[in-house]
């Protein structure tokens, strides 16, 4: 029972430690998402409260981190541009444009999950969740580079000089901490990212460095600071937009893009979370909380969110693995907002993007390019299409076509093991076993099989090793039919699935004579009733 207890204790006390590491990490992601969305940084830093919150407390995968990301807010830009262009100038009316489509975007996520659609991420083939992994690993590092930047009259400059060697070092220095910290033995248990970035801070503040800091990045990019007040319902979007056709014919396609976005990024990160720590989210449940979480926020004003890899993988690497780290630092968000603005705008942004960029290097996977010579040509082709086009587009592109490349390609090989194997009956019967399954692309490969003209009179096609998948083999079948028959030739067709044959006596009631169904043949029995006979055999 000790033991059971001191367990537990540990766990909430990496949580904690983890959550707050977490919150710190937030803090100018969020910003700096707000400011690629066009929106002030409090819309930002409120939608990562809220969904963080939310999907904390009622996802499906504990330990998972939710806020504001650059993925949903790269299609922001337009809407909230589009928007603006609506109303009259300095009405900001695609602010409140993007809390409407937020709220639909929301209730886009609850239906999907509600319809159970979180099932199908399991559809996702490895190369996509790697070439994913490894883009995602490549946009955080490049979105951290632009922090090696400073505001000079309205214009985003390279630092240089000392400034520069200044950022590399205190950067560097947070990377060795992080990394060398878990290599004592007495230090292994403590939150490396949480004891850098307060060491890193220290030394900043102390020695008074010219650094980049929370507060000077949010003021560089326009925002007046961290400090904020406690959300509260945002009723104006009501009065602003007009519920009609137009704004739905607006709205609807950034609305169902965005939600798109968000259930990918979201369950792809749940996979990955199940893998890193060996357990088994529930992607429908995630769904209708990232759905719920949404409609939340654009009800309070904030920018929607969904899962954030770089900060999930955070907390899985600070011992957080349960509810309570994303609710500390979701909790932990809001006090920086309400109390504590002033000591996180002194944080140095070197140390957040020292962190950041150990977690590129955890992210990425590097066993990619041990397998480049072991996996087939095709799938090393999959991997490398969704790492650039997730850093050329977004992750929605990047993943839809992986998936599809990887269907087109499984099509193909499928349909290239299609045969038949011919053979001769006494009375003169021309036999064909066909092999392989059938469907829209073996098609054609199979019509290749038959001679029609050249064949004997009589033809007899045998399915016992074939599978018929679709309404095009269906159709295959029936037009095969049909030529065999204006030849003046019989046909006989055995061993096709029930289904198929049960279309086929629905488009013509000869097919009851074509078909021959009395046949003595343990396999077709068993091909066509598996679980029967499974049950059967165990019941013995």
């Known amino acids: 029972m000790t033991e059971f207890i001191e367990k537990r204790v540990s766990n909430v006390r990496n949580d904690v430690l983890s959550g707050i590491t977490v919150a710190l990490a937030l803090v100018p992601e969020a910003v700096a998402f707000a400011f690629v969305a066009g929106v002030d940084p409090l819309v930002g830093l409120y939608a990562a409260f809220m969904v963080g919150l939310i999907t904390s407390i009622f996802g499906g995968r504990p330990g998972m981190i939710s806020g504001a990301t650059g993925a949903l807010a790269v299609v922001m830009v337009s809407l909230v541009s589009e928007g603006n262009a609506l109303g009259e100038p300095g009405e900001n009316l695609g602010l409140y444009y993007l809390f409407a489509t937020v709220i639909l975007m929301g209730i886009i996520q609850i239906l999907a999950g509600v319809l159970k659609l979180g099932k199908f991420v399991r559809l996702i083939p490895h190369p996509v969740m790697m070439g994913f992994v490894n883009g995602l690993a490549i946009v955080i590092f ?30 560097a220095l947070t990377m060795l901490i992080m990394w060398g910290l878990p290599k004592i033995k007495q230090a292994k248990k403590l939150p490396e990212a949480l004891i850098a970035i307060l060491v890193v801070s220290t030394i900043a503040i102390v020695a008074k460095f010219d650094v980049a800091t929370v507060g000077s990045f949010i003021r560089d990019g326009g925002g007046e600071g961290l400090k904020g007040g406690f959300p509260t319902p945002n009723l104006e979007t009501f009065s602003k937009v007009p519920f009609t056709f137009e704004t739905m014919k607006f709205i609807f396609p950034y609305a169902l893009i965005l939600a798109a976005i968000g259930l990918i990024e979201s369950l792809m990160t749940l996979n990955l979370i199940d893998d890193l720590t060996e357990t088994r989210g529930n992607g429908n449940k995630e769904c209708i909380a990232q759905g719920s979480a949404n409609v939340v926020t654009g009800l309070f004003g904030g920018m929607g969110g969904c899962a954030m890899i770089g900060q999930s993988i955070i907390n899985i690497k600070g011992g957080g693995r349960g509810r309570l780290s994303g609710i500390v630092a979701a909790v932990m968000l809001l006090i920086f907002i309400l109390f504590g603005s002033s000591y996180i705008e002194q944080v140095p942004i070197s140390a957040l993007v020292g962190v950041m960029f150990m977690v590129v290097i955890g992210t990425f996977a590097w066993s990619s390019f041990r397998i480049i010579n072991k996996i087939p040509k095709t799938d090393l082709f999959v991997l490398v299409l969704v790492s650039s086009l997730t850093v050329i587009f977004d992750l929605a592109i990047a993943v839809i076509a992986g998936v599809i490349v990887s269907a087109l390609v499984f099509s193909w090989e499928n349909a290239k093991r299609i045969r038949a194997r011919k053979r001769m009956k006494e009375d003169g019967t021309k036999i064909y ?55 003046g030739k019989t046909i006989h067709l055995k061993h096709l699935s029930e289904d198929c044959k049960e279309l086929l006596f629905k488009a013509d009631a000869k097919f009851h004579e074509i078909i021959i169904e009395a046949i003595d043949d343990p396999r077709y029995h068993l091909a066509e009733n598996p679980e029967k006979f499974t049950k059967g055999l165990f019941e013995k």
Do not use: C
């Not at 295959?476 to 030529?483: G, H």
């Open 142 to 171: 490049l979105s951290q580079l632009g922090m090696f930047k400073r505001n000079i009259n309205g214009e985003k400059v390279w630092l240089q000089g000392n400034q520069l060697y200044l950022m590399i070092g205190l950067v």
């Open 433 to 487: 076993e066909i092999w392989g399954p059938l469907f829209f692309g073996s098609i054609t490969a199979f019509n290749e099989k038959f001679d029609v003209k050249n064949d004997p009179d009589s033809i007899e096609i045998d399915f016992i090793e074939s599978r018929i998948s679709d309404h095009s083999a269906f159709e295959a079948i029936l037009n095969l039919v049909r030529k065999y028959e204006a030849e």
